[in-house]
């Protein structure tokens, strides 16, 4: 399944707090991430957002628990386990 993507996907867990203007604060676990993007797992966070919306993200380390990255997002597939969103 993986030989058609650009980038390889790295299994990673670490805390994700989205800001959206209408939907506020949200708050994920990665799945996987790559180059590209990261995986969300969250059944929950699916039935709330749409394919195209952006967010703020903020990627914690769960360990040092204090975020070593920010960025935008952009929600780019849902599934019946989470959201796909790609960096942009």
Do not use: Q
Not at 24 to 30: I, P
Request: aromatic residues 6%.
């Amino acid at each position: 399944m993986s030989g058609f993507r650009k980038h390889g996907r790295r299994l990673a867990k670490c805390l994700v707090r989205l800001s959206h203007t209408e939907l506020g604060e949200l708050v994920a676990e990665t799945r996987d991430i790559s180059e590209t993007g990261v995986f969300l797992n969250s059944r929950d966070l699916v039935n709330i957002v749409n394919v195209g919306e952006r967010f703020n993200a903020k990627l914690y380390n769960t360990v040092a628990e204090k975020a070593v990255s920010e960025t935008r997002l952009m929600v780019v597939r849902l599934t019946d386990d989470g959201v796909g969103l790609a960096f942009e």
